[in-house]
């Protein structure tokens, strides 16, 4: 009997390119996301052979959901409460598939590349917000 054993290590490295300033990174608030609100491939990436668990892209623009308090993707035509916009995840979040909410850190204040932001994103769009993001 020939044993092959397989070893699988995970490193990762942040990757913010919208990110345009270190200002309030030191203050982020902790948030919990729905899961359910969030699509494949536009806010998160799914999980594969390599990757068991599907990963949340940083800087997705976050609002909360007024009835439950968790935190969706910010929709400009939302009547759920999310479209005011809440900041931006500031960290990639991993979960596993079968999850309904993750935990996560809200960039509520700083400053952002807009054109950078995963999935596109117009800051002339934001017509009420919580948040003290200062657009470039």
Not at 47 to 66: D, E, M
Not at 91 to 116: K, Q, Y
Request: proline letters at 8%; hydrophobic letters at 40%.
């Amino acid at each position: 009997m020939d044993l092959q054993p397989i070893t699988y290590s995970e490193s990762t490295t942040a990757d913010r390119p919208w990110l345009a300033s270190r200002h309030g990174l030191d203050t982020p608030l902790t948030v919990t996301l729905d899961i359910v609100l969030f699509t494949t491939g536009t806010h998160y990436k799914p999980s594969s052979f390599l990757q068991p668990r599907n990963t949340f892209l940083a800087g997705i623009p976050l609002a909360r959901v007024a009835t439950t308090g968790l935190y969706g993707p910010w929709d400009k035509a939302a009547t759920d409460g999310r479209a005011t916009f809440a900041g931006v995840l500031l960290a990639e979040v991993p979960f596993t598939p079968t999850s309904t909410r993750a935990g996560a850190a809200l960039l509520w204040h700083g400053v952002i590349a807009a054109a950078h932001v995963p999935g596109g994103f117009d800051p002339a769009d934001i017509t009420t917000t919580t948040a003290q993001i200062h657009f470039i």
